[in-house]
């Protein structure tokens, strides 16, 4: 962000905050350090346009269009804009939405236009997006309320004030994506209302939307499959429609509102939410918004980097899930039928569940409990809409993406801190049914991408104990997470008194020993008749075809996080266990494979920082006889992957989850394994933090912090001093003063 616009910033925040209600005073301006286009360059792949947290709409610009980089629809090296539509994804290697996509221009005869930008007249920031498009000379300023996005358009060229609205804009077109139906009316000059029906990593999602105009337009063109039509109705998978207005030296503003019910209920979201045309306002609105969630944390340092760090993933962490319910509390299940929320819960989507189980959603039990918990309850609705809990629920759509079933994850956490309900036994119903072989959930999904929530991995793992190589792929990375996952449904089941159940699945969590070879130290692949897998090349990677998803023998051989004593223990001693993972830190970092997977990046050693299932690792020295090497590589992931520019995020951002990383790990505590409300020590980036909490106040101090003070002295927890490198959540709860003394000497 420029200083122009820091200077924009103050000013709305000046006017949101004296607008709302006395308050304690805070010490500056958290948005100054939120950087939204951090991650919009290499393959971080979030978006820099305007939202609120957790909101239904993200308006953003829409830049790149195919491929891997267009999973959030904006790359940073893009100079051309072809919409500014309201749906996106942060973060994630898969793209979709990019829904209602509209374009201002003038002075072109192009048959779909697009703009042109330079970065020196773009600016980004919480809740506000803006750019000048060059070849038409046109000013765009982006806000919104949770369904609403607002348009600003000023005109440089006065008489010729054009806007296209493109039935046809999709994102990632070359993968499949695909718009299937159009409903567009046209009801008056000022108001258009349809319904787009897409699909794509969402087989089937239903879009309904409403879209206002400041004034009215003077003529309309309709293009349907390249001919134009004189219509009203649109119903054509390929249209565009194409309006114009009077001249005039005002904005022209536009409002759209979404739902993925129905028009109606997108036009009762905007007469809740956004009834008149004030942009300013709304803006300030979305502003105050935002910095009343993001100083739930207020930091201290005198590192500009780390601060700007920070804030800024707090802001990404806050992307997702996001509500996608009317404010009638009308949604679309997971069954497609339209459901009436009951009181207290809120539908919410974009899950990136096996991503976000490790730290995201651990961060929000404690800046965000009462999210937490709604979430947790929205996953078991949609298990009883679906009858499975997702793996990574995209609008009202299954998709069946990543490994395992990893909703347990949080399911277990949410119940180990409290944040459940008093009677589990329909969280531990939906736990035990998706974590065991369901040939009915295989039948109805049967040839769709959707299949993958019921692998055959489960069938494995009930039959022989282990996931054979020999009958499916990525067999070790399914075999190690599902250990963990039934861990997590034995601790609901536990907590639910149900010790039968919890019996059986503490079992099943020690299955990761089927996978551990001695000799290598290694987790390898076996066959279905138990010989290992041979030749084994741990460095080897072929994307989704190898024993390891998005990584290598190395990447996976540490996840184990509900049994790292027993991990140990198959080393032999605590001392082969730490020359294991020196090994993983310090050896060569090439990767075999001519389809190795590109998620393999933010590499040292082995360790690979740029994909979820390395997070952990560097903490584990904290079960080791050498606490001091977790100080030394988590200094070293965060200042070297974790850097305020666009290029500053070391790979797919992920939906918040190396996001929320970065937060947890500033402020010097991990939660190694969810479910076990339990977190371990590591090495402040802040100098003083104050967490927000239900009860009170967290203060965490690092004392005589700096780039060489590194290492850990000891940590006092009021007036106490740690004797292992671990508190719990309840004491964390309790608030007070958490104390980190810092040296230079290991």
């Known amino acids: 962000?420029?200083?122009?616009?820091?200077?924009?910033?103050?000013?709305?925040?000046?006017?949101?905050?004296?607008?709302?209600?006395?308050?304690?005073?805070?010490?500056?301006?958290?948005?100054?350090?939120?950087?939204?286009?951090?991650?919009?360059?290499?393959?971080?792949?979030?978006?820099?346009?305007?939202?609120?947290?957790?909101?239904?709409?993200?308006?953003?610009?829409?830049?790149?269009?195919?491929?891997?980089?267009?999973?959030?629809?904006?790359?940073?090296?893009?100079?051309?804009?072809?919409?500014?539509?309201?749906?996106?994804?942060?973060?994630?290697?898969?793209?979709?939405?990019?829904?209602?996509?509209?374009?201002p221009y003038s002075n072109t005869t192009e048959s779909i236009p697009a703009a042109t930008f330079s970065k020196e007249k773009e600016n980004a920031a919480p809740g506000h997006y803006s750019v000048h498009l060059d070849n038409f000379n046109i000013d765009v300023e982006l806000t919104t309320t949770l369904r609403v996005g607002m348009h600003k358009y000023t005109y440089g060229n006065t008489h010729d004030r054009n806007v296209m609205l493109n039935l046809a804009h999709v994102l990632q077109a070359n993968w499949g994506n695909a718009i299937t139906g159009n409903e567009c009316n046209i009801l008056d000059e000022q108001t258009i209302e349809g319904i787009q029906l897409s699909t794509g990593w969402a087989h089937d999602h239903l879009v309904a939307y409403r879209i206002e105009f400041s004034e009215p337009f003077i003529q309309k063109r309709i293009m349907v499959d390249g001919e134009e039509k004189d219509l009203t109705k649109v119903n054509a998978n390929d249209a565009q429609?194409?309006?114009?207005?009077?001249?005039?030296?005002?904005?022209?503003?536009?409002?759209?509102?979404?739902?993925?019910?129905?028009?109606?209920?997108?036009?009762?979201?905007?007469?809740?939410?956004?009834?008149?045309?004030?942009?300013?306002?709304?803006?300030?609105?979305?502003?105050?918004?935002?910095?009343?969630?993001?100083?739930?944390?207020?930091?201290?340092?005198?590192?500009?980097?780390?601060?700007?760090?920070?804030?800024?993933?707090?802001?990404?962490?806050?992307?997702?899930?996001?509500?996608?319910?009317?404010?009638?509390?009308?949604?679309?299940?997971?069954?497609?039928?339209?459901?009436?929320?009951?009181?207290?819960?809120?539908?919410?989507?974009?899950?990136?569940?096996?991503?976000?189980?490790?730290?995201?959603?651990?961060?929000?039990?404690?800046?965000?409990?009462?999210?937490?918990?709604?979430?947790?309850?929205?996953?078991?609705?949609?298990?009883?809409?679906?009858?499975?809990?997702?793996?990574?629920?995209?609008?009202?759509?299954?998709?069946?993406?990543?490994?395992?079933?990893?909703?347990?994850?949080?399911?277990?956490?949410?119940?180990?801190?409290g944040l459940g309900p008093d009677d589990l036994s329909e969280w531990l119903e939906a736990s035990v049914q998706s974590a065991t072989w369901r040939p009915d959930i295989v039948e109805r999904f049967k040839g769709t991408r959707e299949a993958a929530v019921m692998p055959k991995h489960i069938y494995f793992k009930e039959t022989l104990g282990w996931v054979p190589s020999d009958s499916v792929a990525e067999a070790v990375s399914y075999g190690l997470e599902m250990a963990y996952y039934d861990w997590c449904v034995g601790q609901i089941a536990k907590a639910a008194d149900e010790t039968k159940t919890a019996s059986e699945f503490m079992a099943k969590s020690e299955y990761f020993r089927h996978y551990f070879d001695p000799t290598t130290g290694l987790m390898r692949g076996r066959n279905y008749d138990g010989s290992w897998v041979t030749p084994f090349r741990p460095r080897y990677s072929s994307h989704e075809k190898s024993d390891y998803v998005e990584g290598n023998a190395w990447q996976w051989s540490f996840f184990t996080p509900h049994a790292n004593e027993q991990l140990i223990e198959l080393y032999?001693?605590?001392?082969?266990?730490?020359?294991?993972?020196?090994?993983?830190?310090?050896?060569?970092?090439?990767?075999?494979?001519?389809?190795?997977?590109?998620?393999?990046?933010?590499?040292?050693?082995?360790?690979?920082?740029?994909?979820?299932?390395?997070?952990?690792?560097?903490?584990?020295?904290?079960?080791?006889?050498?606490?001091?090497?977790?100080?030394?590589?988590?200094?070293?992931?965060?200042?070297?992957?974790?850097?305020?520019?666009?290029?500053?995020?070391?790979?797919?951002?992920?939906?918040?989850?190396?996001?929320?990383?970065?937060?947890?790990?500033?402020?010097?505590?991990?939660?190694?394994?969810?479910?076990?409300?339990?977190?371990?020590?590591?090495?402040?980036?802040?100098?003083?933090?104050?967490?927000?909490?239900?009860?009170?106040?967290?203060?965490?101090?690092?004392?005589n912090n700096s780039p060489e003070n590194m290492y850990v002295e000891k940590v006092v927890l009021n007036g106490k001093v740690l004797d292992k490198p671990f508190f719990t959540h309840d004491q964390l709860l309790t608030g007070g003063q958490l104390e980190f003394f810092m040296t230079s000497e290991k």
């Open 241 to 417: 429609i194409y309006l114009t207005f009077n001249e005039s030296d005002k904005p022209l503003l536009v409002k759209v509102a979404i739902s993925a019910v129905d028009p109606s209920g997108a036009h009762k979201n905007m007469q809740a939410e956004l009834p008149g045309w004030n942009f300013e306002q709304t803006l300030a609105k979305a502003q105050s918004e935002w910095q009343k969630q993001l100083e739930q944390i207020h930091i201290e340092t005198n590192d500009a980097a780390v601060k700007t760090n920070f804030y800024t993933a707090m802001y990404h962490s806050m992307m997702a899930p996001f509500i996608w319910q009317d404010v009638d509390g009308r949604y679309r299940g997971m069954d497609k039928q339209i459901h009436q929320a009951a009181e207290g819960h809120v539908n919410y989507t974009v899950f990136s569940l096996w991503d976000t189980f490790r730290a995201f959603h651990p961060l929000m039990t404690i800046i965000q409990p009462d999210k937490a918990s709604i979430w947790a309850e929205a996953l078991v609705q949609k298990y009883k809409e679906g009858g499975i809990l997702p793996k990574w629920p995209l609008v009202s759509n299954y998709t069946g993406t990543m490994v395992g079933y990893p909703a347990v994850s949080v399911l277990a956490d949410a119940a180990a801190k």
């Open 572 to 703: 032999g001693s605590v001392d082969r266990f730490e020359a294991m993972m020196d090994t993983l830190f310090t050896t060569d970092s090439g990767i075999e494979g001519e389809h190795a997977s590109a998620d393999i990046t933010g590499l040292i050693g082995q360790y690979a920082h740029g994909n979820e299932p390395s997070h952990h690792m560097a903490y584990l020295y904290n079960w080791t006889n050498a606490p001091y090497k977790a100080n030394e590589r988590l200094d070293q992931i965060m200042r070297e992957f974790y850097l305020p520019e666009p290029a500053g995020i070391i790979g797919n951002e992920d939906c918040g989850q190396m996001s929320a990383w970065y937060v947890m790990s500033a402020l010097g505590f991990y939660q190694i394994c969810p479910g076990d409300a339990t977190y371990t020590t590591g090495r402040p980036m802040v100098d003083k933090a104050i967490i927000n909490l239900p009860q009170g106040t967290l203060e965490i101090i690092a004392h």
């Open 1 to 103: 962000m420029n200083n122009r616009f820091l200077g924009i910033i103050t000013l709305v925040m000046a006017l949101a905050l004296s607008a709302c209600q006395p308050q304690e005073k805070v010490a500056d301006n958290i948005l100054e350090y939120v950087d939204p286009f951090i991650g919009t360059g290499f393959h971080g792949h979030t978006f820099p346009g305007a939202t609120l947290p957790f909101g239904m709409v993200q308006l953003s610009p829409d830049t790149h269009l195919d491929g891997w980089e267009a999973s959030s629809g904006y790359h940073y090296d893009d100079t051309k804009i072809y919409a500014f539509s309201h749906t996106h994804l942060s973060g994630t290697g898969i793209g979709d939405l990019g829904d209602v996509g509209l374009l």
